[in-house]
């Protein structure tokens, strides 16, 4: 059976979707690992329980994650409470400022569901640049190998 990675996120202004299809692009590149692409509003907890890795994205609004990636966590942790522990995770970050809010707050809520955060959080701050966009193109690829390999 193929293994799963599960990139949920959100945009409004674009940055975070930027970053989001260069996370695809990356994760595509392991071709062994069949790689979804959600919004957060339409992410499902049967999205979630079918993945075997999942990498976030969010814009940091007011030092928080997006609106709808909190959602996203509160539509599907005590449904999945208990039969996602392990999951490795993976996390990236559009910031006006510095990130640290969004990032610290998912670690937060993915301790209680017991995820595993397998590398570090990549924080574009203000605009996203090329290498951001590369940085964002190797975490995907990295994940989605982990992922086939099961080494998370």
């Given amino acids: ?4 990675l599960l990139i949920v996120y959100h945009t409004q202004g674009g ?6 299809e260069a996370v695809l692009r990356g994760a595509r590149r392991a ?3 069949e790689t979804v692409m959600k919004r957060a ?3 499902t907890l049967e999205d979630l329980l079918g ?42 970050v559009s910031a006006g400022n510095d990130g640290s809010g969004a990032v610290t707050q998912i670690d ?3 301790t209680g569901y017991g995820w595993k955060r397998v590398a570090e959080p990549l924080i574009a701050r ?9 940085a964002c193109g190797e975490l995907g690829e990295a994940m989605a190998s982990g992922v086939a390999l099961g080494i998370f």
């Avoid at 940091?60 to 490795?88: C, H, I, S």
């Avoid at 203000?126 to 590369?134: F, M, N, P, S």
């Fill in 1 to 4: 059976m193929q293994k799963r």
């Fill in 15 to 20: 940055h975070t979707g930027a970053m989001a």
């Fill in 31 to 33: 071709t062994e690992t």
């Fill in 41 to 43: 509003g339409e992410a």
């Fill in 51 to 92: 993945c075997q890795g999942l990498i976030v994205g969010t814009p940091e609004n007011f030092g928080y994650m997006a609106g709808m990636v909190k959602d996203f966590f509160d539509r599907t942790y005590y449904p999945a409470e208990g039969k996602t522990v392990g999951l490795p995770y993976a996390l990236f």
């Fill in 108 to 110: 937060r809520i993915a």
């Fill in 126 to 134: 203000h605009e996203v640049t090329e290498a951001d966009l590369a």
